[in-house]
T-cell receptor, first 113, second 117 residues
Framework: AQSVSQHNHHVILSEAASLELGCNYSYGGTVNLFWYVQYPGQHLQLLLKYFSGDPLVKGIKGFEAEFIKSKFSFNLRKPSVQWSDTAEYFCAVTAEYGNKLVFGAGTILRVKS | GAGVSQSPRYKVAKRGQDVALRCDPISGHVSLFWYQQALGQGPEFLTYFQNEAQLDKSGLPSDRFFAERPEGSVSTLKIQRTQQEDSAVYLC???????????????FGSGTRLTVV
């Protein structure tokens, strides 16, 4: 069975600091990888996704993620966070032609202004 | 509508009560999913519909949980004889395409927060 591990449950950063959120998955086959964000009081929104091709994926709002197959990792990065990035971030995976997302437990990011 | 709509937003149920949670997906979306998100956890898959067919119900935690989508649009998740461990946010998501198509995307609703007292 697939599983997703997110390394930190809470992260606190000051504005303009760099962000890296860790995500590792457990699955032996080809996977599709996602990062979702949930702003306070809002629904889950897709930040970025990886299906194939260039392992460095760029998403909305300046976020990017790198798929490292040998490490089973898909870490999320942003060079300079803003107060508005305060949210909960979820890493998720599906099998290549799978029909269900498997989510990590989430990382709550708080950006201090 | 423009997004996935779920109702009610909040539901408080007494232990043993039956509840019904509604999901209105985006018009025309073929695929519909239900997820359960317990406090401090990520969403966990419950069930998947392709149009009116329930193709995967492997995530339903017990036979007290039942989902339907009779006309391939609106879906209802029913929980019978609610227990305290059923307290969670129940999320619905829909997608325009079937899930074996690459490059698909999901749209999530805002969820229904169920509290069983």
């Amino acid at each position: 069975a697939q599983s997703v591990s997110q390394h930190n449950h809470h992260v606190i950063l000051s504005e303009a600091a760099s962000l890296e959120l860790g995500c590792n998955y457990s699955y032996g086959g080809t996977v599709n990888l996602f990062w979702y964000v949930q702003y306070p009081g809002q629904h889950l929104q897709l930040l970025l996704k990886y299906f194939s091709g260039d392992p460095l994926v760029k998403g909305i709002k300046g976020f990017e993620a790198e798929f490292i197959k040998s490490k089973f990792s898909f870490n999320l990065r942003k060079p300079s966070v803003q107060w508005s990035d305060t949210a909960e971030y979820f890493c998720a995976v599906t099998a290549e032609y799978g029909n269900k997302l498997v989510f990590g437990a989430g990382t709550i990011l708080r950006v201090k202004s | 509508g423009a997004g996935v709509s779920q109702s009610p937003r909040y539901k408080v149920a007494k232990r043993g009560q039956d509840v019904a949670l509604r999901c209105d997906p985006i018009s025309g979306h073929v695929s519909l999913f239900w997820y359960q998100q317990a406090l401090g956890q990520g969403p966990e898959f419950l069930t998947y519909f392709q149009n009116e067919a329930q193709l995967d119900k492997s995530g339903l935690p017990s036979d007290r949980f039942f989902a339907e989508r009779p006309e391939g649009s609106v879906s209802t998740l029913k929980i019978q004889r609610t227990q305290q461990e059923d307290s969670a946010v129940y999320l619905c998501a829909s997608s325009l395409v079937i899930m074996t198509t690459p490059n698909y995307g999901y749209t999530f609703g805002s969820g229904t927060r169920l509290t069983v007292v």
